[in-house]
């Protein structure tokens, strides 16, 4: 069956159409949640509300981009949702009046880290840092899509992954594997 055809039969809430779905993106779904939450139970949790959701909103859904971006999209949102209710209470801050942050992409990584460490210290990030640098580096979020998914400006956006990619270069360098300025 073409996913089209899926599709339309989710649309008109076919449920066997809406296993098939389900089927086919869970585990990368999940891998997703993963990457939020760290926790498997918490993941299940989310990834099952994430899907009801998209069930319940498919006729959203306009094909103006993949179905797995359009999902993911929304796992994301119920992983940042399910982090703010838990325990997450941050003090915003209007990223307008702050001090222009200079870009500096010119830094290198030594070849020998493992990805594991570098998602330990995307981990360490401070939440509003954390999820910009997930997004646009491991899940590959443009600017645009992220200031949308967190309700902040494009510039607050971009600010907010400089800085972030600046505080993940230091945690490495404190770990000995920064070999830039």
């Known amino acids: ?99 222009p942050v200079d870009e500096d992409d010119d830094w290198r990584v030594d070849g020998q880290i493992d990805l594991n460490e570098v998602k330990e210290a995307i981990g360490q990030l401070p939440n509003k840092y954390k999820y910009v640098v997930m997004m646009y580096l491991v899940e590959g979020f443009d600017h645009q899509e992220i200031s949308e998914v967190l309700q902040i400006s494009e510039t607050a956006c971009r600010t907010r992954l400089l800085r972030g990619k600046g505080q993940l270069k230091e945690f490495l360098k404190i770990k000995g594997y920064g070999t830039g300025s």
């Open 1 to 99: 069956m073409f996913q089209a055809d899926i599709l339309e039969k989710c649309k008109a809430n076919d449920r066997s159409a809406q296993l098939k779905l389900y089927r086919q993106y869970c585990d990368g779904m999940y891998c997703v949640a993963m990457r939020f939450l760290k926790n498997a139970d918490d993941a299940e949790d989310v990834l099952q509300e994430a899907f009801i959701k998209a069930f319940q909103k498919m006729h959203q859904y306009k094909g103006e981009v993949t179905f797995g971006a359009w999902l993911k999209r929304i796992v994301v949102n119920k992983c940042i949702d399910f982090l703010k209710s838990k325990n997450e209470h941050t003090i915003s801050l209007d990223e307008t009046y702050m001090k």
